[in-house]
């Protein structure tokens, strides 16, 4: 199983940039789907962006698309979600889970269900 760690968050003003970082241990990345994840007070968990395991594909949520880019050093063993142009309501929890899929590289995930692997949160608060 593979340990996830959540960095970045904080409180910045609205048109602000953060760039969150979910490292992991245990195992290498390489063969997994990484996703980032929110939830917001009261709300739902929602996905926010994924990255295959190859890193060939993504995918974003109409919210954040143009505004975050979800990306990953093997390297490092680590994937970033940079946020550009925050919003106050981008504020939330952000969570990064991550899905073994090593047998379809470009393969993109949505559903929280999908991922077995999650850190424990790091908060994002944008300020009006």
């Known amino acids: 199983q593979v340990q996830l760690v959540e960095s970045g968050g904080g409180l910045v003003q609205a048109g602000d940039s953060l760039r969150l970082s979910c490292a992991a241990s245990g195992r290498t990345l390489n063969n997994y789907a990484v996703g980032w994840f929110r939830q917001a007070s009261g709300k739902e968990r929602e996905s926010v962006a994924t990255?295959?395991?190859?890193?060939?594909?993504?995918i974003y949520s109409d919210a954040t698309k143009g505004r975050f880019t979800i990306s990953r050093d093997n390297a490092k063993n680590t994937v970033y979600l940079q946020m550009n142009n925050l919003k106050p309501e981008d504020t939330a929890a952000y969570y990064c889970?991550?899905?073994?899929?090593?047998?379809?590289?470009?393969?993109?995930?949505?559903?929280?269900?999908?991922?077995?692997?999650w850190g424990q949160g790091t908060q994002v608060t944008v300020s009006s």
């Open positions: 990255i295959s395991s190859s890193s060939s594909s993504t």
């Open positions: 889970a991550a899905k073994f899929s090593p047998l379809c590289g470009k393969c993109l995930y949505s559903r929280a269900t999908d991922f077995g692997s």
